[in-house]
């Protein structure tokens, strides 16, 4: 089965910084639009970047803040987070999609690891 491993959270002041690691298969991971999600308390899931060949997109939420990018070598998904703020705080999610055939299509998800951001 597809595996996504998620690694980096964790409790940082406002303003501090984090960096999250999402490490999945090569065969995944080169074929994959990869992407960042976050489930605050009490909200839904929603998007916080993605990457794919065409470039990278963000929440108006985060942009300029946080950067998402790829290590082709070591399979690695990333997402550095700058100037961390209290509405940040969630589990953020790594996110793998695409389609293997025009009929098979597929959508594989990290555990989750949380980030906790204090005022």
């Known amino acids: 089965q597809v595996q996504l491993v998620e690694s980096g959270g964790g409790l940082v002041q406002a303003g501090g910084s984090l960096r999250l690691s999402c490490s999945t298969s090569r065969r995944i991971f080169r074929i994959s639009t990869m992407g960042w999600y976050r489930q605050g308390p009490g909200k839904q899931r929603e998007l916080v970047a993605t990457?794919?060949?065409?470039?990278?997109a963000y929440a108006d939420s985060v942009k300029g803040r946080f950067t998402i990018s790829r290590d082709n070598t070591e399979n690695t998904l990333y997402l550095q987070m700058n100037n961390l703020k209290p509405e940040d705080t969630a589990v953020y999610y790594c996110?793998?999609?695409?389609?293997?055939?025009?009929?098979?299509?597929?959508?594989?998800w990290g555990q989750g690891t949380q980030v906790t951001v204090s005022s």
């Open positions: 990457v794919d060949g065409s470039g990278t």
């Open positions: 996110n793998a999609r695409g389609a293997f055939t025009v009929e098979s299509s597929y959508d594989y």
